[in-house]
């Protein structure tokens, strides 16, 4: 036994360490073909052939962040983000049954067929869009009926797409947005605030499924905030419809009426005429997308004698029983004046030009002023100068340099022609008086917010003046109820039954947009407050260009008089009781 | 091996007799005890299968769940979807618009004269007037103006005025003939306007 291995022993030796040998060799070969080939993957062309592995089995999927929602004041949503979907064609597996697909997809979701049939047969790719932002419910439907019918390669993908459930309520202050972007309005100025920051996830799939243990990034989206209006959804709604009923009524080019708080300057309704329906913009001309209220200044008219004899008064030039003598006409630097109605020489007080619109006695009274101290006080009141509220495109008006005006220019400034205010502005100049004499900065955002521009807007950073005594502010307000006096004023459409109601009618000469002069078309307005003792809402209507011949009072009138019933009886001012002023209009 | 012994035996015996005998060594059977292989087997076979079995379960486990929770997911979104769906339906319904119309329909119309009762005394504050139809406002917005391509003026076709003598022979034509000849001629003028 122990004898044989020992014969065998030696031989085997050497062929042992041959063998040692050769397995080095073939150890060492094959390991440098591994190195070469390890080389060739991570020294020459990593990242083609990360890639490559990635495809295979990674998925990154976007984390849309939810975009914020635009509320009113109470938190009902104007605009607000639902799920969506996209319906994205696979053209390799549609195209031999396009025609049908086609048939259905453009009943079901009204795209157009033709556009849809091209999709469907589109070569060299195999993702194309069918439709976007289709309500997912919708998409599912259509997307399974189809499957159910044994046509494949429809499928969806999330699509967030932008509602806005009341149409056209305040349609022109929100705006829209477009495919990728916001295009107008609320949701382009804060964009940045509502749109958030999206996230990504990447993960590994297999079969459709995320694998368990596999890789998994997530970046978290910051999802968009709020933004809170002023405005109330209701009064909102009902100033709109009434505005259009006025408008149309009237057969007038546009429209604009604007709701107040006093106190607070807080603006709960900002209607435009026409507007448009925020969830079709391309329906309606671009020219009705923006917000007439602050892009489109024009010239106040007879609303402006408001803020001259406010100003007359706190200077103590004159009160309001001051006895003026009204000639038929006023010659200015060559120029006639005359009122809107013929007379004689008239006896007026100073109550009496203003509740009877008289242009001549306001001009009378107004050369107490030099140009620079009635330019100080239209300063203070807030024109000539933008009102900052944060809707884009906002015209400030203009107010004349008082070194240019002349004698025509401020007998014609004193009754409202020959200087141009934005509604906004106007109704913030009435609310002055409204407020005992403090201009509260007007306000359309709740908080605060950053415009596009940097511009820091909201109620939170609203400030107030002084710009005329309250006593002044008071005895201005006793005179304008004159003007709604259901027997003598002459907006007798304006009074609201059992309260006290202060306001002015306008009636100015347009300047026409070719020629740049008076072209004989006219903005009616109204402008008032009420309770007028104990003043809680300013309301401001504006009619551009009626046709049917009607002034400030019956074109505006009714819209004020309406507007101003709702808001009273909605937040439940008791009329106060008092009774109404007994100045006289007459000497 | 054996022959020696007896001799120290004899020898030592005298010494200490007792301590020899005790440090007598002798060659004792060796004892083999064979530890059963069996339990230790199925041990580690046991250990080996449970842990296999055990990693498989917890991996199949866990792609069960990952397909429930796809599964959950997906229902959570469709869910969302629907709770949205629902939401929007809602907000249609309680739009201002909607019950304006409603309201409407009803013969409501806003009131235009507030007044208010003092609950203490039953005073009344304002003028109650009863609203009137002339109270109503317009809800329903304009119609759209149709473009000219949809909405094309009328084509006004003149037709001279017949003499009693060819009436009187058109309709001893269209005795025999029916009605169908007659509306096939109507169809054609209005297909070459």
Redesign the interface.
Known sequence: MSLRPQTTRAPARGSALFRLRFGFVVIAMVLSAFGARLLQLQGIDPHAYAAMAAREGVQTVDLPAARGAIVDRNGV?LAST??GLRIIADPQMTEENAGPIASYLSQELGIDYFATLGRLRKDDTRYQYIARRV???KA?RVVDALEEKGYKGLTTERDPMR?Y?????AANLIGFLGEDEALAGFERTFDKQLSGVDGETTYEVGG??????GTNNTVKPVDGQDLQLTIE??VQ??TQ??L??AV?GAKADSGTAIAMNVETGEILADADYPSYNANEPLESPKRNLGSRATSDPYEPGSVEKVLTFASLIDAGKITPRTPITVPPVLESQGAPIHDHWDHETIHLTAAGALSKSSNIGTALSARQFTPEQLHAYLTAFGLGQRTNIGVRGESGGRLPDPSTWGQLGQDNIAFGQGLSVNAVQMAAAVNTIANGGIHVDPNIIKGSAVTDDGTKVGTSTSTTRRVVSEDAARQTSEMMELVTDPVDGIAPTSA????RVAGKTGTAQRVGKECACYDGTFTVSFGGFAPADAPRFTVYVVIQNPRNGQGGGAAAGPVF??VM??L??KY?V??T?TSPTTLPVEW | MSSPLPQSRVRVQRIAEAAVERARLSVVPRLRTRTPRVPFVTLVSLLLVAGVVGLLMFNTNMQQNSFAATDLEQQASELTAREQGLQMELEELRAPQRLAEEAQRYGMVPAMNPAFIKLQDGKVIGNPIPASAADAYDVRPPEARKPKALDPDPVIIKVKRKTAAERRAEAKRNNGSGRNDSSTTSQGDGSTR
């Open positions: 949503e639902v799920d309500p997912s419910t599912r509602d459930p009341a149409d056209d309520i459709g499924n995320r694998i368990p243990l959804r209701d709604f009902f419809r009434v259009r009923e149309r609201i039954t059992g309260y008089r309406k019933t709702y009273l009886r439940g008791a009329p009781g």
